[in-house]
C-alpha cells in the first residue's frame, strides 16, 4: 500500500515492490499516483502466489480508510 503526497492511500501488487515504487514516483506507475504523487510505501505483505496476491489486493481494497490506516501501523 503507497500512500500519495495528498495523504491518500494506493493498493496494488507487484513482485518488486521496490521497483514499482520507484515507477510510480517516475510517473510511469498508475494513473491515479501520477496526479497523487510522490507515494512512499507504507504497508507490504507476502503472498504465495500471484492469484493469491490479487485476492488480497481486492480484500484490502474493500477495506475502510481506518482499517486500512490500522494495517500501516
Not at 495523504?7 to 496494488?12: A, P
Not at 513482485?15 to 520507484?22: K, L, M, N, P, Y
Not at 493469491?52 to 481506518?66: H, P, V
Request: aromatic fraction near 4%.
Amino acid at each position: 500500500m503507497l500512500r500519495c503526497r495528498d495523504g491518500s492511500l494506493y493498493t496494488g501488487s507487484t513482485t518488486d515492490v521496490e521497483r514499482r515504487c520507484a515507477l510510480h514516483n517516475a510517473g510511469k506507475g498508475a494513473k491515479y499516483t501520477r496526479s497523487h504523487g510522490p507515494v512512499e510505501v507504507v504497508y507490504r505483505e507476502a503472498c504465495a502466489d500471484r492469484s493469491a496476491a490479487l485476492r488480497r489486493e481486492a480484500a484490502i481494497k474493500r477495506l475502510t480508510r481506518s482499517e486500512k490506516l490500522a494495517l500501516c501501523r
